[in-house]
């Protein structure tokens, strides 16, 4: 009886909570104005206002609302389960708004709203202040962002991209381009010299050349030896270069020679290769 009375409540709190759930979907007219002003943006906006022209004949600034705008009453307005949900949408641009306002309120859900955009294109056309520039990555933007408004967050989404086991380059290139704190650095030395990450390995001869230079050494030959140098950036094969070249060390630039010499697709980044190859006073690459 009793096992029964507890499996009746056991659907009825379901049922409740179902129905709770949907009941926070069915969104607000207001909130429904705002969702389709957002899920039809054709750019990320930050919260840099462009400059404003004031009309000649009215002496007036013109009315207009940003999509910013928009995301402003959004975090306001939506509830966090209504704000997860829509990280989870197909829309290029409202998924990261809805992240934005979680981070803002360093909502419990941020982690989960995080990971939904984790396999998303990392590329977006953005507005700050009066440029509008296409090519830009969402997440440094969205660093961009925490660091001004809910520094708060930075933290819970750095331990994310640090910790998780689903990999992105990107968000660890865009991570480790600051200095994280302290306590995530044990960390970044094993993403480093156990799972051979670039960017990891960047960071570690950034910061701590002098106390790890047998590591910094074997991990970034090891990822030199193996990598396609063409998928690499100019910025990346410059300072891989630049970082194996440093050691001076004959069996690594017998490597990068016979690398560069056999494997064209470097020479797209002929005239940095060439700068930094004369700076050491190596040829016979071509």
């Not at 194996?244 to 002929?270: A, G, H, M, Q, Y």
């Amino acid at each position: 009886m009793k096992s029964a009375a507890t499996a009746l409540l056991l659907i009825i709190s379901s049922t409740f909570l179902h129905a709770q759930n949907a009941s926070e979907m069915q969104y607000s007219p207001e909130l429904q104005k705002i969702i389709y002003r957002l899920q039809t943006a054709n750019r990320l906006e930050t919260e840099d206002p462009p400059l404003i022209l004031i009309d000649a004949y009215t002496g007036e600034e013109p009315k207009f609302v940003r999509d910013y705008d928009y995301f402003e009453v959004l975090k306001e307005k939506a509830t966090s389960r209504q704000l997860f949900e829509l990280s989870k949408r197909p829309e290029k641009y409202l998924p990261i708004y809805a992240l934005w306002a979680l981070m803002y309120r360093n909502d419990p859900l941020v982690d989960s709203a995080f990971l939904n955009l984790f396999d998303r294109s990392p590329y977006v056309t953005a507005q700050q202040g009066c440029l509008v520039e296409s090519g830009l990555k969402w997440f440094e933007l969205t660093r961009y962002y925490l660091n001004r408004c809910c520094p708060a967050t930075v933290d819970r989404v750095d331990s994310i991209v640090l910790f998780t086991h689903h990999f992105n380059y990107d968000l660890l290139a865009t991570t480790l381009s600051e200095r994280v704190k302290p306590r995530f650095e044990p960390q970044v030395r094993t993403l480093a010299f156990n799972m051979n990450r670039l960017y990891a390995i960047f960071y570690m001869y950034d910061y701590h050349a002098a106390e790890y230079p047998e590591e910094i050494k074997k991990a970034i030959f090891t990822y030199f030896k193996r990598t396609e140098t063409g998928k690499r950036t100019e910025i990346e094969l410059s300072k891989m270069l630049k970082i194996l070249l440093s050691f001076r060390d004959p069996e690594i630039n017998t490597v990068v020679v016979r690398r560069l010499k056999n494997i064209p697709d470097w020479l797209k980044n002929k005239k940095s290769v060439d700068r930094i190859m004369s700076e050491y006073n190596i040829t016979g690459y071509y």
